[in-house]
């Protein structure tokens, strides 16, 4: 395989929309882990954000969908859970993305021991460091919902892991 084929293959998966948060391509977030093709056989390796997470039927789907639009008909779509998905995999451009669409992007790193702390959130709309979490869980599960005390705006932090 060529460099070229391999960068059209890598760039159509590559566009794959997460259904979650449609702003954001499956390589914003960081789950394309490798596109592959050996003999007009496509594989494609995904690491879902949670080992449960509903959105991963659909995404395989949609890659099966946009690699056939692409020429390739001959494809396998791989999940992989090790190494675990981590937030530290999104890109510079899926977490100005996210905050553009409202979505608080993760901070920090991972926690490394079992000592949780509270970090400040800043609020996507307006900045303001005045948050608080309202809930563990959001509009999905790798989302935290949050207020903002000084625009009074509810919104979803994107939760670091």
Do not use: N
């Not at 882990?33 to 494609?44: E, H, K, M, S």
């Not at 494809?75 to 608080?104: C, F, H, N, Q």
């Amino acid at each position: 395989m060529t460099t070229t084929e391999q960068e059209h293959l890598w760039q159509s998966a590559a566009g794959v929309r997460d259904p979650e948060v449609p702003v954001l391509t499956i390589e914003d977030l960081g789950v394309l882990r490798d596109v592959d093709c050996d003999g007009g056989r496509v594989t494609v390796t995904i690491t879902p954000t949670y080992s449960g997470c509903p959105a991963m039927e659909t995404i395989r789907d949609d890659l099966t969908l946009a690699l056939a639009a692409a020429g390739y008909d001959d494809v396998d779509i791989r999940t992989t859970l090790t190494p675990a998905w981590t937030t530290e995999w999104m890109s510079e451009e899926g977490r100005r993305k996210l905050a553009e669409y409202g979505i608080a992007p993760p901070t920090g790193t991972r926690p490394a021991g079992p000592i949780r702390i509270a970090l400040s959130v800043p609020c996507p709309r307006c900045g303001s460091l005045a948050t608080r979490e309202v809930s563990r869980f959001g509009s999905t599960s790798c989302k935290a919902l949050y207020e903002c005390s000084a625009c009074l705006e509810p919104f979803d932090y994107f939760k670091v892991h």
